[in-house]
């Protein structure tokens, strides 16, 4: 249980955060819910969590996570409110897929900005409580496509290759504070960006995997929570792959 701590997630207005905001509300946590464009969906997470969790405490907050200050107000927000960060699960991502060869500046520029530059600008802010505190988890979603390569994915693959390398050198940097700082790395789970996927490459995908079928955002969700509880306090700088066996 995740009673009396906090979270931050970000990315919790759609897909796998909102998933994540659930589990970690259904295990007790109060919460700090980032979105960047969809208020509407922010405010049926929220209306959910007070309905369904009602000794829950949660704040939704607008920011565009690749925005430094804008980061900060999110952090910022979390410990103005609840007085500290526990759990920040950086969440918030987005693809720009296409081959290298058509690929603009912009479409580079854009999915290296919020996937890489907003987990480091989400963890600067959030480093500084948590030390003082002498206690953090933070959870980064990384991808399958950050391990093994994608074709059309040069921007994203390095995106999330890049959280990797930040994943475990600042677990290194803050083991001694109690601090952990692990990564996922999901395979394709059924959410808005694996739909946008026509019917052809999603049998072909799905060939292969050994298990044949596509993740639900649930199992990413219990990954978070599992992270973020006692349970996993030796682990740090670790990448688990949720993928239904695919990059064994
Ligand atoms: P999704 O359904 O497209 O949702 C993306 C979320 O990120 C939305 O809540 C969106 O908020 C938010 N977001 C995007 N840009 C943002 C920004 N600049 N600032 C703050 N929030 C921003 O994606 P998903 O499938 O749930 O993916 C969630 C994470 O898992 C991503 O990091 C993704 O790379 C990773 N992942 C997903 C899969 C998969 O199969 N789905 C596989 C591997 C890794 P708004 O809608 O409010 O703008």
């Known amino acids: 249980m995740l009673k009396n701590q906090v979270a931050v997630v970000t990315g919790a207005s759609r897909g796998i955060g909102y998933g994540i905001a659930l589990e970690l509300a259904s295990q007790g946590a109060n919460l700090v819910v980032n979105y960047n464009s969809s208020a509407a969906s922010m405010e049926q997470l929220v209306q959910t969590i007070h309905e369904q969790y009602p000794e829950v405490e949660v704040v939704a907050v607008q920011a565009n996570v690749a925005d430094f200050e804008q980061a900060k107000q999110l952090i910022d927000t979390a410990v103005a409110k609840f007085g500290r960060v526990d759990i920040l699960v950086n969440n918030a991502g987005i693809t720009k897929d296409g081959l290298l060869m058509r690929m603009s500046e912009a479409d580079f520029d854009a999915v290296i900005d919020v996937n890489l530059k907003g987990t480091f600008n989400c963890m600067r802010h959030a480093i500084k ?93 219990q990954t978070v929570a599992f992270l973020s509880s006692s349970a996993a306090n030796y682990i740090t700088g670790q990448v688990i792959t949720v993928d239904g066996g695919m990059t064994m």
């Not at 003082?132 to 693959?157: D, E, M, W």
């Not at 789970?189 to 999603?202: R, S």
Request: aromatic share 4%; no cysteine.
């Open 129 to 221: 409580p948590m030390m003082k505190q002498r206690s953090g988890r933070i959870i980064n979603l990384s991808s399958v496509s950050g391990i093994s390569g994608n074709a059309g994915q040069v921007n994203y693959a390095a995106s999330k290759a890049g959280v990797i390398g930040m994943t475990k050198s600042l677990a290194r940097e803050v083991a001694t504070r109690n601090i952990t700082v692990n990564a996922i790395a999901p395979g394709f789970i059924e959410t808005e960006m694996t739909g946008q996927l026509n019917d052809a490459v999603q049998t072909t995908i799905k060939g292969q995997i050994p298990m044949q079928r596509f993740g639900q955002v649930s199992d990413i969700a």
